[in-house]
């Protein structure tokens, strides 16, 4: 029999995040610090909309490109948040999740041998989406030291005369590093000299803990190169409910509508009738989670810094991305021997690419209690640790 299977899907590896969860949930008494899952509930008062939505029986199929209510209210609150102006019936797409509009985005922009550009660390979807569209990917590795930003020195070296997209992951998910204006505006200045396209990753733009996120869109000549990738996972604690969007060019947006209807016809029903009402009432949410994220950051920060171990401070996202280098171990050493000898699941840094070895992801979209209790077996692992290397 000849082999059935692709090559190119084989040789891509699997996710790095799921092997430790795995074991977790065999094991009693384990804490998982791993996934990036909100531990809130999605808010009443938009469950309650989608309950609503089944027992009026709307349970057909939207449009393609989705709900004209739920585009009509994406535009509303992009505009209040950032400024930026879209138009609802040709410059927006739900999806189904922000992740089928990163695969979606570069299916429709990419010929064969373009080169993608991915900082790393980075979500663990960009690499292998990119070489499935027929990208040839080129990591960037970001620097613990420019506190995981992207420079403009970093993506000049890394542009050829193939390069066609960048992705840019900010707030970041492992490092929680984010970009501020002035980041975006020197980056903004060599994607306008290359002539190149940017896919904006702003899944986590509400969970950003300094000044507002500021998105590479609002910066002059980028939002017609630019491809906004957001959804309600993160911010609203709607991560079941699989709902995401891109907003970007006409041109771009029609064709990723053409790919999406061929796949998957149409977001979920019930789902974009409760993100309708996310947007319209949900600030108040997005206000209380985000301040509990940010004591809970701020937790993390002082518990880190009171066990001597080195970590940058991150300002966005749920995560922060701690250094274990002084132990000589490798990233899923280090987290195998945590696991084993104390019970706490964390991912290594290595799950999100090659320059994150020395590193761990930690999620601190746990309650404080749960937090605390880790921590307190992370630190009396890491006291035997520094024991050991003394003998």
């Keep these: 029999m000849r082999n059935p299977l692709s090559d190119k899907v084989v040789e891509i590896k ?4 799921r092997k430790f969860f795995d074991i977790v949930s065999e094991m009693k008494d384990a804490i998982s610090l791993g996934v990036g899952e909100p531990d809130f509930d999605t808010p009443w008062h938009v469950r309650d909309e989608g309950i609503y939505s089944l027992e009026k029986g709307r349970t057909f199929y939207t449009s393609n490109a989705g709900l004209k209510e739920l585009r009509q209210e994406i535009c509303k609150y992009l505009h ?12 927006v797409l739900i999806t189904v999740g922000g992740s089928e509009a990163i695969d979606m985005g570069l299916r429709a922009m990419i010929n064969p041998g373009d080169e993608v550009l991915i900082p790393q660390p980075s979500y663990v979807s960009y690499e292998p989406c990119a070489i499935l569209a027929g990208a040839t990917p080129v990591i960037i590795n970001l620097k613990a030291e420019n506190e995981f930003r992207l420079t403009a020195e970093e993506l000049e070296e890394a542009i050829t005369e193939k390069t066609k997209l960048l992705i840019l992951p900010f707030p970041n998910n492992p490092t929680g590093a984010i970009m501020e204006r002035k980041d975006l505006e020197a980056i903004a200045e060599v994607i306008l000299k290359h002539d190149i396209f940017v896919m904006s990753d702003e899944i986590y733009a509400e969970l950003t803990y300094t000044d507002k996120h500021v998105s590479i869109a609002e910066l002059p000549g980028m939002q017609e190169r630019t491809i906004l990738i957001n959804g309600f996972s ?23 509508t053409k790919i999406h209807q061929f796949a998957i016809m149409c977001a979920p029903t019930t789902s974009q009738y409760a993100a309708v009402e996310a947007l319209k009432n949900g600030d108040d ?6 301040t509990s994220y940010n004591q809970r950051r701020r937790f993390l920060m002082h518990a880190f810094k009171q066990m ?6 991150p300002f966005g996202a749920f995560y922060v991305f701690p250094c274990i280098k002084e132990f000589g171990m490798t990233s899923d ?13 964390v991912v290594p840094g290595t799950a999100f690419g090659d320059c994150g ?9 746990y309650s404080l209690d749960r937090l605390k209790l880790a921590m307190t077996r992370i ?10 290397n003394k003998q």
């Design 234 to 256: 993160k911010a609203y604690a709607m991560t079941g409910w699989r709902l995401g969007y891109a907003c970007g060019p006409e041109d771009i947006i029609q064709q990723m």
């Design 308 to 313: 001597g171990l080195e970590c940058f401070e």
């Design 357 to 365: 070895e020395g590193f761990l992801r930690i999620s601190y979209a």
């Design 333 to 345: 050493e280090f987290a195998t021997r945590l696991l084993q000898e104390e019970k706490v699941a």
């Design 80 to 91: 209040r948040k950032q400024g930026l102006t879209y138009d609802p019936m040709t410059q």
């Design 14 to 17: 699997p996710s790095g995040i």
């Design 285 to 290: 949410d997005i206000v209380t989670m985000r």
């Design 379 to 388: 630190e009396a692992f890491i006291t035997r640790l520094r024991e050991e």
